[in-house]
């Protein structure tokens, strides 16, 4: 069982930033890579970022360029680090685990952009 728990969620104005944190726990020896997704009202959960316990990333093409996504093994942490924030990055941000198996999800952490 791996446990996550996000936090930094937040209202913020267009162009603004935020940091998302994940923190995990329990099996983390199973994880083989950790993930950012997000569910806006009315459409499908979408990856936004994704990165490999080798520290391969990868990033949707909506937000390359805006958005960073890291990790502190130490920590057992992955972060988000949003810039330049648009009215359309509005959703619930949901972290994710990648193990042999379903992934493990996240309670979500809602981002709201204003314009």
């Known amino acids: 069982q791996v446990q996550l728990v996000e936090s930094g969620g937040g209202l913020v104005q267009a162009g603004g930033s935020l940091r998302l944190s994940c923190a995990a726990s329990?099996?983390?020896?199973?994880?083989?890579?950790m993930g950012w997704y997000r569910q806006a009202p009315g459409k499908q959960r979408e990856l936004v970022a994704k990165i490999t316990n080798g520290g391969r990333t990868d990033y949707a093409d909506s937000v390359k360029g805006r958005f960073t996504i890291s990790r502190d093994n130490a920590k057992n942490t992955v972060y988000l680090q949003m810039n330049s924030l648009k009215p359309e990055d509005t959703a619930v941000y949901y972290c994710?685990?990648?193990?042999?198996?379903?992934?493990?999800w996240g309670q979500g952490t809602q981002v709201t952009v204003s314009s």
């Open positions: 994710s685990a990648s193990v042999p198996g379903p992934n493990y």
């Open positions: 329990g099996s983390i020896f199973s994880i083989n890579a």
